[in-house]
T-cell receptor, first 108, second 113 residues
Framework: SQQGEEDPQALSIQEGENATMNCSYKTSINNLQWYRQNSGRGLVHLILIRSNEREKHSGRLRVTLDTSKKSSSLLITASRAADTASYFCATVFNDMRFGAGTRLTVKP | SQTIHQWPATLVQPVGSPLSLECTVEGTSNPNLYWYRQAAGRGLQLLFYSVGIGQISSEVPQNLSASRPQDRQFILSSKKLLLSDSGFYLC????????????FGQGTRLTVV
């Protein structure tokens, strides 16, 4: 069964704008990860945040984690058309479980 | 460097036929291995998870099975496919230590007709 739930399901923005995606989960975690998937391809890892961390940055990506609310957010700043993809959060405790994803469209 | 191979890329099979999807990992030892299924436009459903040879956890009781005959080989099988088995199947691996990322194969698109 899936663990995380992303919100929104779909997001459409203009190039240069920021994109924020949220993830909620239900059980304990060791870490939470965000992945990107281009249509019909495998997933690519973006960033990992441990359960004892609250915020992490990687380039134009910023991830926050609130374990008390069991939620995480992914912020992509200064978006580009090439950022168009589906984004998934994954929670890891023993195994790794994914949410339904957010479909991001960045219009040039 | 580590690589993951998953094949075939696409597969069309008739209802009732058997299935065998293979995934192999190179460049690492004792990886955690995963099989996921993704319906069109949906998230990934965890099917099987393995931490070692012969150690497989099944998440979904259905007509699929998995085996790990070698440390870096993970096989997804079915004796008789159903229409509902159609989907995009993804294999992934991660290191056995905690707090590490997973690496995905390119996936197999299975259409059962």
């Amino acid at each position: 069964s899936q663990q995380g739930e992303e919100d929104p399901q779909a997001l459409s923005i203009q190039e240069g704008e920021n994109a924020t995606m949220n993830c909620s989960y239900k059980t304990s975690i060791n870490n939470l990860q965000w992945y990107r998937q281009n249509s019909g391809r495998g997933l690519v890892h973006l960033i990992l945040i441990r359960s004892n961390e609250r915020e992490k940055h990687s380039g134009r990506l910023r991830v926050t984690l609130d374990t008390s609310k069991k939620s995480s957010s992914l912020l992509i700043t200064a978006s580009r058309a090439a950022d168009t993809a589906s984004y998934f959060c994954a929670t890891v405790f023993n195994d790794m479980r994914f949410g339904a994803g957010t479909r991001l469209t960045v219009k040039p | 460097s580590q690589t993951i191979h998953q094949w075939p890329a696409t597969l069309v099979q008739p209802v009732g036929s058997p299935l065998s999807l293979e995934c192999t990992v190179e460049g690492t030892s004792n990886p955690n291995l995963y099989w996921y299924r993704q319906a069109a436009g949906r998230g990934l459903q965890l099917l099987f998870y393995s931490v070692g040879i012969g150690q497989i956890s099944s998440e979904v009781p259905q007509n699929l099975s998995a085996s790990r005959p070698q440390d870096r080989q993970f096989i997804l099988s079915s004796k008789k496919l159903l229409l509902s088995d159609s989907g995009f199947y993804l294999c992934a691996w991660s290191r056995s230590v905690s707090n590490t990322e997973a690496f995905f194969g390119q996936g197999t698109r299975l259409t059962v007709v």
